[in-house]
C-alpha cells in the first residue's frame, strides 16, 4: 500500500496516558509498531491491556498523548478497515453458522483474494462444523471462528486481546502459526497475553503495563 | 480548546479557578435572591391591587410565571452548557449541565403545582390539557430523562456526556412539542382563558414580577454554584487542589 | 496488503439487512410477542370501558396507536442489546462503512422485524374496537409514518443507553417528550378522517418528520454510540 510517508511506522504511541476518573491506569507508554513486526503487550490483570487495545482500535480516546497510524494522527476513520480487532467478545452472532457469521464480516470488512470461508474454517480446524450453529459451539471452538475472520479480512494490523484463552495446545500453535504467516507477508500484530508465547520468528518486541 | 476563546474563559473552567471563583459569588447570589424575593412577595402578595376579574387568585402568578419563565431558561443553560461539553470536553461544562438539571426539574414541577392550584379555583379542574401546561408536563418529562440517563452511568463523565447528548435532543424536541401541543389544542378546542392576559397588566403588578424573575435567577445561580462546587469536588478528588482545600478544612 | 478488495456500500448494506433479517427470522418467536401483548391491550379496553359501539368506535384510533407505540417500545430494548453482549457492536463500528448508514440499516431491519408485525395485525385490532371502515386506509397510512419514525427516533435513545446495565424504564422516560408530536399527529389524522374532515395535513406533517429523522436520526444514533461506549 502506498502511503504519504513511506518512513513512518504503521503504528506509533506518544507519551500515551489513560485514567478512568483521575486513577491512572497506565502510561505513559511510547512504542512503535512497523510492517512486519509483532509486538506483546503483557501485564497483570487489571493493568490496562484491554484498555490500551481499545484504544488503539479507536473505540475509547487516550486522556494524554497521541497516536499516530502511518505518521497521521490516529482517528477511528483513518484506520478502519487496516485494522482488525478481537477481544473478548468474539462478535458472533450465536444464532447464525460460523459460514454465515464470515459470511457478514466479509460483506462488512472486505474480503482477502484467494481464501474462502470453507477453506479459512478448515485451516482452524472447523470443517464439518460450517452449518453448526455458532451457540452449540465450545468456548474454544468459539474462537477458532474469530481466528478464521483473521484469515479472511483485509487487514495490515491485528489487535489481538488475549487471543490464547479458551485455546488448547494445538489451538495456541494455530494461532502462532496464523501470527508468523501474518508476519511473513509484511502485516503487523500487537498481541496481550499473561502467559508465554512460542514464536518461531524472532523475538517480538515486549510492552510491559505496571513496573 | 479552541484558540480564539478568550483567555479568561479559559482559565475560568479550569476547576480549582471556578470552585473559587462560585464559592465567593455564593453569599452574595443567596442574599440578593432572598432580598429580592421577599420584596417581590410584599409587592405582589400586599402592594400589588386585587385584579378585577380574578380578585386574589391571580396572585400565583408571581411564583407561577417567574418559574415556569426559569424552567426554559434552565433548559436553554443546560443545553448551551451540554452543546460545549460534546465539542470541547470541558468537565466544567458537563458538570454546569449536570447541575441545572434538578434545578430546572424543580422549577417546572413548581410551575406545573402552582398552574394547577390556579387551574383549580378558574377553570373548577385541578388539570386541564391546556397547552401550556401540557408543554410544561413534557418538559418536566425530558428534564426527569437527562437526571436518570446521567444517573444510570457507573462512570459519572460518560453520564454526563451521554445526558449532554440527550439534553440537545430535547432542545430541538421543545419547540416541536410546543407547536404540535398548540395545533391539538386547536383541534380539540381546549380551553382558552390565559393566566396572564395580554392587556390586565397594572404597572404595580409588573415590578414585583420582575423582581421576582431577578430573585428566581440569583437562586438559580446560588443553587448551580453550590452543586457545581460539590460535584467538582468529587470528580476531581485525587487531585492536588481538592487535597490542598481537604488539609485546610482540617487545619480549622 | 494490496490484495484487499473493500466491499462497497450497498454490499455492506446489505450483509448488515440480511444478517438481521435472518436473526429475527430464527427468533421469529420474539416476533409474535409485540403482536400477541397488542392483542392483549386492545382486548382489555372493552372489558375496561363496556362494549358500547359508539364508545368504542370514538377511541379506536387513539387505543390501536397507543397500543402499537407501547408494543414497539417494549421490543425496542432489544435492538442493539445482543449486538451489545457479544461484541458485534464493536466489530461494526471497526468496519470500513459509514457507521451511520449501518445502524441505519439496523434499524430498518428492526422496524421490518417488529412494526411490520404490527401494522398488519392493526385492522384487526382496529376491528376489534368497531373503526369505521372508511378510516382504516387513514390508520394503515398513518401507522405506516408513525411506526418508522417511532423506530428512528427510539434507536437514538437505544443507543445513548447502549454503556448502561438496565434500560427498559428509562427508555420509556426518554421516548414519551419525543413521541409526543408523533402521537398528536397520527390521532389528529386519524381523528379528521373520523370527523369526515381533510386529514392529509397532518399526514403531511408526518411525512416531513420522517423524511427530517431518515437523514437525521442514524448520524445522531452513530453520535450517540460513540459517546455512550467511549469509555
Same mark, same amino acid.
Given at each position: !500500500?502506498?502511503?504519504?510517508?513511506?518512513?513512518?511506522?504503521?503504528?506509533?504511541?506518544?507519551?500515551?496516558?489513560?485514567?478512568?476518573?483521575?486513577?491512572?491506569?497506565?502510561?505513559?507508554?511510547?512504542?512503535?509498531?512497523?510492517?512486519?513486526?509483532?509486538?506483546?503487550?503483557?501485564?497483570?490483570?487489571?493493568?490496562?491491556?484491554?484498555?490500551? !487495545?481499545?484504544?488503539?482500535?479507536?473505540?475509547?480516546?487516550?486522556?494524554?498523548?497521541?497516536?499516530?497510524?502511518?505518521?497521521?494522527?490516529?482517528?477511528?476513520?483513518?484506520?478502519?478497515?487496516?485494522?482488525?480487532? %478481537?477481544?473478548?467478545?468474539?462478535?458472533?452472532?450465536?444464532?447464525?453458522?460460523?459460514?454465515?457469521?464470515?459470511?457478514?464480516?466479509?460483506?462488512?470488512?472486505?474480503?482477502?483474494?484467494?481464501?474462502?470461508?470453507?477453506?479459512?474454517?478448515?485451516?482452524?480446524?472447523?470443517?464439518?462444523?460450517?452449518?453448526?450453529?455458532?451457540?452449540?459451539?465450545?468456548?474454544?471452538?468459539?474462537?477458532?471462528?474469530?481466528?478464521?475472520? %483473521? %484469515?479472511?479480512?483485509?487487514?495490515?494490523?491485528?489487535?489481538?486481546?488475549?487471543?490464547?484463552?479458551?485455546?488448547?495446545?494445538?489451538?495456541?500453535?494455530?494461532?502462532?502459526?496464523?501470527?508468523?504467516?501474518?508476519?511473513?507477508?509484511?502485516?503487523?500484530? %500487537?498481541?496481550?497475553?499473561?502467559?508465554?508465547?512460542?514464536?518461531?520468528?524472532?523475538?517480538?518486541?515486549?510492552?510491559?503495563?505496571?513496573? | &480548546?479552541?484558540?480564539? $476563546?478568550?483567555?479568561?474563559?479559559?482559565?475560568?473552567?479550569?476547576?480549582?479557578?471556578?470552585?473559587?471563583?462560585?464559592?465567593?459569588?455564593?453569599?452574595?447570589?443567596?442574599?440578593?435572591?432572598?432580598?429580592?424575593?421577599?420584596?417581590?412577595?410584599?409587592?405582589?402578595?400586599?402592594?400589588?391591587?386585587?385584579?378585577?376579574?380574578?380578585?386574589?387568585?391571580?396572585?400565583?402568578?408571581? *411564583?407561577?410565571?417567574?418559574?415556569?419563565? &426559569?424552567?426554559?431558561?434552565?433548559?436553554?443553560?443546560?443545553?448551551?452548557?451540554?452543546?460545549?461539553?460534546?465539542?470541547?470536553?470541558?468537565?466544567?461544562?458537563?458538570?454546569?449541565?449536570?447541575?441545572?438539571?434538578? *434545578?430546572?426539574?424543580?422549577?417546572?414541577?413548581?410551575?406545573?403545582?402552582?398552574?394547577?392550584?390556579?387551574?383549580?379555583?378558574?377553570?373548577?379542574?385541578?388539570?386541564?390539557?391546556?397547552?401550556?401546561? $401540557?408543554?410544561?408536563?413534557?418538559?418536566?418529562?425530558?428534564?426527569?430523562?437527562?437526571?436518570?440517563?446521567?444517573?444510570?452511568?457507573?462512570?459519572?463523565?460518560?453520564?454526563?456526556?451521554?445526558?449532554?447528548?440527550?439534553?440537545?435532543?430535547?432542545?430541538?424536541?421543545?419547540?416541536?412539542?410546543?407547536?404540535?401541543?398548540?395545533?391539538?389544542? $386547536?383541534?380539540?378546542?381546549?380551553?382558552?382563558?390565559?393566566?396572564?392576559?395580554?392587556?390586565?397588566?397594572?404597572?404595580? &403588578?409588573?415590578?414585583?414580577?420582575?423582581?421576582? &424573575?431577578?430573585? $428566581?435567577?440569583?437562586?438559580?445561580?446560588?443553587?448551580?454554584?453550590?452543586?457545581?462546587?460539590?460535584?467538582?469536588?468529587?470528580?476531581?478528588?485525587?487531585?492536588?487542589?481538592?487535597?490542598?482545600?481537604?488539609?485546610?478544612?482540617?487545619?480549622? | 496488503?494490496?490484495?484487499?478488495?473493500?466491499?462497497?456500500?450497498?454490499?455492506?448494506?446489505? /450483509?448488515?439487512?440480511?444478517?438481521?433479517?435472518?436473526? /429475527?427470522?430464527?427468533?421469529?418467536?420474539?416476533?409474535?410477542?409485540?403482536?400477541?401483548?397488542?392483542?392483549?391491550?386492545?382486548?382489555?379496553?372493552?372489558?375496561?370501558?363496556?362494549?358500547?359501539?359508539?364508545?368504542?368506535?370514538?377511541?379506536?384510533?387513539?387505543?390501536?396507536?397507543?397500543?402499537?407505540?407501547?408494543?414497539?417500545?417494549?421490543?425496542?430494548?432489544?435492538?442493539?442489546?445482543?449486538?451489545?453482549?457479544?461484541?458485534?457492536?464493536?466489530?461494526?463500528?471497526?468496519?470500513?462503512?459509514?457507521?451511520?448508514?449501518?445502524?441505519?440499516?439496523?434499524?430498518?431491519?428492526?422496524?421490518?422485524?417488529?412494526?411490520?408485525?404490527?401494522?398488519?395485525?392493526?385492522?384487526?385490532?382496529?376491528?376489534?374496537?368497531?373503526?369505521?371502515?372508511?378510516?382504516?386506509?387513514?390508520?394503515?397510512?398513518?401507522?405506516?409514518?408513525?411506526?418508522?419514525?417511532?423506530?428512528?427516533?427510539?434507536?437514538?435513545?437505544?443507543?445513548?443507553?447502549?454503556?448502561?446495565?438496565?434500560?427498559?424504564?428509562?427508555?420509556?422516560?426518554?421516548?414519551?417528550?419525543?413521541?409526543?408530536?408523533?402521537?398528536?399527529?397520527?390521532?389528529?389524522?386519524?381523528?379528521?378522517?373520523?370527523?369526515?374532515?381533510?386529514?392529509?395535513?397532518?399526514?403531511?406533517?408526518?411525512?416531513?418528520?420522517?423524511?427530517?429523522?431518515?437523514?437525521?436520526?442514524?448520524?445522531?444514533?452513530?453520535?450517540?454510540?460513540?459517546?455512550?461506549?467511549?469509555?
Amino acid at each position: !500500500m502506498t502511503s504519504t510517508h513511506p518512513a513512518a511506522p504503521l503504528l506509533e504511541a506518544r507519551a500515551l496516558c489513560f485514567h478512568r476518573q483521575d486513577e491512572p491506569v497506565f502510561g505513559p507508554l511510547d512504542f512503535r509498531l512497523d510492517a512486519g513486526e509483532l509486538t506483546l503487550i503483557e501485564g497483570d490483570n487489571g493493568s490496562g491491556k484491554t484498555t490500551l !487495545m481499545r484504544i488503539l482500535t479507536g473505540l475509547l480516546r487516550p486522556e494524554e498523548g497521541e497516536l499516530f497510524w502511518r505518521g497521521e494522527p490516529l482517528t477511528w476513520d483513518r484506520c478502519s478497515g487496516e485494522v482488525v480487532f %478481537l477481544g473478548h467478545q468474539l462478535g458472533l452472532k450465536a444464532e447464525l453458522s460460523p459460514r454465515e457469521n464470515l459470511r457478514f464480516a466479509i460483506g462488512l470488512h472486505g474480503h482477502r483474494e484467494q481464501s474462502g470461508i470453507d477453506d479459512a474454517l478448515a485451516t482452524v480446524g472447523l470443517a464439518g462444523y460450517e452449518e453448526e450453529p455458532v451457540r452449540k459451539l465450545s468456548a474454544g471452538q468459539k474462537k477458532r471462528v474469530a481466528l478464521a475472520r %483473521l %484469515l479472511l479480512i483485509p487487514a495490515a494490523l491485528w489487535l489481538l486481546d488475549e487471543p490464547y484463552a479458551n485455546l488448547d495446545r494445538t489451538g495456541i500453535e494455530l494461532v502462532n502459526g496464523l501470527l508468523e504467516t501474518h508476519i511473513a507477508h509484511g502485516g503487523a500484530a %500487537l498481541v496481550t497475553s499473561h502467559g508465554a508465547v512460542q514464536f518461531h520468528g524472532g523475538e517480538p518486541q515486549r510492552i510491559r503495563l505496571h513496573d | &480548546m479552541a484558540k480564539w $476563546t478568550p483567555l479568561w474563559l479559559h482559565k475560568l473552567s479550569s476547576p480549582p479557578v471556578f470552585y473559587g471563583f462560585a464559592g465567593k459569588l455564593r453569599p452574595w447570589a443567596i442574599a440578593l435572591a432572598l432580598i429580592l424575593g421577599i420584596a417581590a412577595l410584599y409587592g405582589g402578595l400586599v402592594l400589588a391591587p386585587p385584579d378585577y376579574q380574578q380578585g386574589d387568585d391571580y396572585r400565583i402568578i408571581f *411564583i407561577h410565571v417567574p418559574c415556569a419563565w &426559569m424552567s426554559l431558561f434552565i433548559y436553554g443553560v443546560m443545553g448551551i452548557a451540554a452543546f460545549i461539553a460534546l465539542v470541547w470536553r470541558i468537565k466544567l461544562a458537563e458538570v454546569v449541565a449536570m447541575a441545572s438539571a434538578p *434545578i430546572g426539574a424543580s422549577f417546572t414541577f413548581i410551575t406545573l403545582v402552582t398552574g394547577s392550584l390556579w387551574g383549580e379555583r378558574m377553570w373548577g379542574t385541578w388539570w386541564t390539557w391546556d397547552a401550556r401546561l $401540557t408543554s410544561e408536563l413534557v418538559l418536566l418529562f425530558l428534564y426527569l430523562g437527562v437526571i436518570a440517563l446521567y444517573h444510570s452511568f457507573e462512570d459519572r463523565r460518560q453520564g454526563a456526556r451521554t445526558a449532554a447528548f440527550l439534553a440537545l435532543i430535547g432542545i430541538i424536541n421543545v419547540p416541536i412539542v410546543h407547536f404540535s401541543v398548540n395545533w391539538w389544542n $386547536t383541534l380539540h378546542q381546549g380551553s382558552t382563558i390565559r393566566l396572564l392576559g395580554p392587556s390586565s397588566i397594572a404597572p404595580s &403588578m409588573i415590578w414585583p414580577l420582575l423582581t421576582m &424573575m431577578a430573585a $428566581t435567577k440569583f437562586y438559580y445561580f446560588a443553587s448551580l454554584f453550590g452543586r457545581a462546587r460539590a460535584d467538582l469536588l468529587s470528580l476531581e478528588s485525587g487531585k492536588d487542589w481538592v487535597r490542598q482545600i481537604a488539609e485546610n478544612e482540617v487545619r480549622r | 496488503m494490496t490484495d484487499a478488495r473493500y466491499p462497497g456500500l450497498g454490499q455492506a448494506c446489505a /450483509a448488515v439487512l440480511r444478517r438481521d433479517l435472518t436473526l /429475527a427470522w430464527r427468533q421469529r418467536g420474539d416476533m409474535v410477542l409485540p403482536v400477541l401483548y397488542a392483542l392483549i391491550v386492545t382486548s382489555l379496553f372493552p372489558f375496561a370501558l363496556g362494549p358500547e359501539d359508539a364508545l368504542l368506535r370514538r377511541i379506536a384510533g387513539g387505543v390501536v396507536l397507543v397500543t402499537v407505540l407501547l408494543a414497539m417500545l417494549l421490543a425496542l430494548d432489544a435492538m442493539f442489546r445482543s449486538d451489545i453482549e457479544d461484541g458485534s457492536l464493536e466489530q461494526l463500528m471497526l468496519a470500513p462503512q459509514p457507521l451511520a448508514l449501518m445502524l441505519g440499516m439496523k434499524i430498518l431491519a428492526h422496524w421490518l422485524a417488529t412494526a411490520v408485525p404490527l401494522i398488519v395485525v392493526a385492522p384487526l385490532l382496529a376491528g376489534m374496537l368497531h373503526l369505521p371502515s372508511p378510516v382504516m386506509p387513514v390508520l394503515l397510512l398513518a401507522l405506516l409514518l408513525a411506526t418508522p419514525l417511532l423506530s428512528l427516533l427510539g434507536g437514538v435513545l437505544v443507543a445513548l443507553t447502549a454503556g448502561t446495565r438496565r434500560s427498559g424504564m428509562l427508555l420509556a422516560l426518554m421516548l414519551l417528550p419525543l413521541c409526543v408530536p408523533v402521537v398528536i399527529f397520527a390521532a389528529g389524522a386519524l381523528a379528521a378522517a373520523q370527523g369526515g374532515l381533510p386529514w392529509i395535513a397532518p399526514i403531511a406533517w408526518l411525512g416531513a418528520a420522517l423524511a427530517l429523522a431518515v437523514v437525521l436520526a442514524p448520524l445522531a444514533c452513530a453520535a450517540a454510540l460513540r459517546i455512550a461506549l467511549d469509555s
